[in-house]
């Protein structure tokens, strides 16, 4: 496809080259035949001949030339024969012209139905490739549409998955201020809101972005886990074990969110069971995201939604999918990377 985008390209942005071509092509019988016909005159007719010939050619250049300059201003005009026929009248039109200067001066045309033949090749010819760059542009503007069209599409699922995620954190967030608040800890309630305001400038900015550096993603993990601190007294820990050279690694904006929240939801976190999360890079350049399981006695009385929602948006963005292995010890979610 990017072949022929340039070959199309080459017509409207050199026309001059695609018309010395075509002049090539329509001359050719007279170039096959130029030392036959110069067989036939005397020598101090050679001269002559060779300079007709000149310009019989350098006009078959300008006429093509404005041909296709003429066709490439109507691209609004999609009947073939309508193009074919405004076509027909200007070469009509050059034709006379020339006829007219062969008239004037020496003419070496030897066989004039070989020149009209080559007028009526000449017309069909500047048709026919107006005609495909009319298509190819239509063509070109339709595809545009679809992709814009595709792209507002894609955008506003994405926003719709990502809205999902900040009614249930922003519920948990407000939990932890009013439990600081009967605490009365006036510092770590100003670092815990301080803390807060960094997580929600990202997510409200979130709607703005759909890929975002891995090194964004982390430090709103980082900055995260201060709110995690408080929540569960220290007893929920994260551990990052990613290279700062590969922190420029794409990711879908909001993707470590739902699957520490999934962690929360479906694990005992206690004095018994302490959570540390790990969250590093592999060999296939995917990021993993595991912890230990300590299923909680009763079912935790969620439906799957946020796993779920992460897999719909790296399907749109990436179009990739993640993999969740999980054994009796171990949960691991694996996200590709770009």
Same mark, same amino acid.
């Given at each position: 496809?990017?072949?022929?985008?340039?070959?199309?390209?080459?017509?409207?942005?050199?026309?001059?080259?695609?018309?010395?071509?075509?002049?090539?092509?329509?001359?050719?019988?007279?170039?096959?035949?130029?030392?036959?016909?110069?067989?036939?005159?005397?020598?101090?007719?050679?001269?002559?001949?060779?300079?007709?010939?000149?310009?019989?050619?350098?006009?078959?250049?300008?006429?093509?030339?404005?041909?296709?300059?003429?066709?490439?201003?109507?691209?609004?005009?999609?009947?073939?024969?309508?193009?074919?026929?405004?076509?027909?009248?200007?070469?009509?039109?050059?034709?006379?012209?020339?006829?007219?200067?062969?008239?004037?001066?020496?003419?070496?045309?030897?066989?004039?139905?070989?020149?009209?033949?080559?007028?009526?090749?000449?017309?069909?010819?500047?048709?026919?490739?107006?005609?495909?760059? #009319?298509?190819?542009? /239509?063509?070109?503007?339709?595809?545009?549409?679809?992709?814009?069209?595709?792209?507002?599409?894609?955008?506003?699922?994405?926003?719709?998955?990502?809205?999902?995620?900040?009614?249930?954190?922003?519920?948990?967030?407000?939990?932890?201020?009013?439990?600081?608040?009967?605490?009365? *800890?006036?510092?770590?309630?100003?670092?815990?809101?301080?803390?807060?305001?960094?997580?929600?400038?990202?997510?409200?900015?979130?709607?703005?972005?759909?890929?975002?550096?891995?090194?964004?993603?982390?430090?709103?993990?980082?900055?995260?886990?201060?709110?995690?601190?408080?929540?569960?007294?220290?007893?929920?820990?994260?551990?990052?074990?990613?290279?700062?050279?590969?922190? /420029?690694?794409?990711?879908?904006?909001?993707?470590?969110?739902?699957?520490?929240? *999934?962690?929360?939801?479906?694990?005992?976190?206690?004095?018994?069971?302490? #959570?540390?999360?790990?969250?590093?890079? *592999?060999?296939?350049?995917?990021?993993?995201?595991?912890?230990?399981?300590?299923?909680?006695?009763?079912?935790?009385?969620? /439906?799957?939604?946020?796993?779920?929602?992460?897999?719909?948006?790296?399907?749109?963005? #990436?179009?990739?999918?993640?993999?969740?292995?999980?054994?009796?010890?171990?949960?691991?979610?694996?996200?590709?990377?770009?």
């Amino acid at each position: 496809m990017g072949s022929l985008d340039e070959k199309i390209s080459v017509v409207k942005a050199k026309p001059w080259l695609v018309s010395l071509v075509c002049a090539v092509f329509i001359a050719y019988p007279n170039l096959a035949w130029i030392f036959c016909d110069m067989s036939y005159l005397a020598p101090n007719d050679h001269q002559g001949f060779l300079l007709f010939f000149g310009f019989r050619f350098l006009y078959f250049w300008g006429l093509i030339w404005f041909l296709l300059k003429s066709n490439l201003r109507h691209e609004d005009c999609t009947s073939f024969f309508e193009r074919l026929l405004w076509n027909a009248l200007y070469v009509s039109g050059g034709f006379v012209v020339y006829k007219l200067i062969s008239f004037l001066t020496i003419s070496y045309d030897r066989f004039l139905s070989i020149i009209i033949f080559q007028f009526i090749v000449l017309a069909l010819l500047c048709t026919l490739i107006g005609y495909i760059q #009319m298509l190819y542009h /239509n063509q070109r503007e339709k595809d545009q549409l679809i992709e814009n069209l595709r792209v507002e599409n894609l955008q506003s699922r994405c926003d719709a998955l990502v809205n999902q995620i900040n009614p249930h954190f922003f519920f948990n967030s407000l939990n932890g201020i009013s439990s600081l608040i009967r605490k009365k *800890n006036d510092e770590n309630t100003l670092l815990y809101v301080t803390k807060l305001s960094d997580i929600f400038r990202y997510i409200l900015q979130s709607d703005k972005k759909n890929l975002v550096p891995l090194s964004e993603e982390l430090a709103f993990i980082e900055a995260f886990q201060h709110v995690m601190v408080v929540r569960f007294a220290n007893k929920l820990t994260f551990t990052i074990e990613v290279p700062e050279d590969k922190r /420029n690694l794409r990711i879908p904006v909001l993707s470590l969110l739902p699957l520490v929240e *999934n962690v929360t939801v479906h694990n005992i976190i206690d004095s018994e069971h302490r #959570m540390d999360i790990l969250i590093r890079l *592999n060999e296939r350049m995917e990021l993993v995201v595991s912890n230990p399981i300590y299923p909680k006695l009763t079912l935790p009385d969620t /439906n799957g939604t946020g796993l779920k929602n992460l897999e719909n948006r790296f399907l749109l963005l #990436m179009n990739k999918q993640i993999r969740v292995e999980s054994d009796e010890d171990e949960f691991q979610v694996y996200l590709p990377l770009k």
